[in-house]
Nanobody, 116 residues
Framework: QVQLVESGGGLVQAGGSLRLSCVAS????????MGWYRQAPGKQRELVAS????????IHADSVKGRFTISRDNAKNTVWLQMSSLKSEDTAVYYC?????????WGQGTQVTVSS
């Protein structure tokens, strides 16, 4: 059974940090480029960052460049998103999935709320 389980979100003050985790099961994780996505209230889901299967190349959206870092451990079927210097506009539900094509059912996501 394919499953994506995101965790690590929470309420944090502006300027703070969080580390999100996504554990994948039921897929050949190490062969997939993975992405972190987010959806803010009233907005479309957007890509935040992606990392290729071997971890050697990453992409970060301009809005998070220099503040967020995506990483992965294929032995643990896990992808992380280290977030720092958080801003109120980072408030959203964060999800992981494959990239560039979303091929898996979405997990429940993890809520990140940044208070100013």
């Amino acid at each position: 059974q394919v499953q994506l389980v995101e965790s690590g979100g929470g309420l944090v003050q502006a300027g703070g940090s969080l580390r999100l985790s996504c554990v994948a099961s039921g897929i050949s994780f190490r062969f997939n480029t993975m992405g972190w996505y987010r959806q803010a209230p009233g907005k479309q889901r957007e890509l935040v960052a992606s990392i290729v299967s071997g971890g050697g190349s990453t992409i970060h959206a301009d809005s998070v460049k220099g503040r967020f870092t995506i990483s992965r451990d294929n032995a643990k079927n896990t992808v992380w998103l280290q977030m720092s210097s958080l801003k109120s506009e980072d408030t959203a539900v964060y999800y992981c999935n494959t990239h560039p094509r979303v091929t898996l059912s979405w997990g429940q996501g993890t809520q990140v709320t940044v208070s100013s």
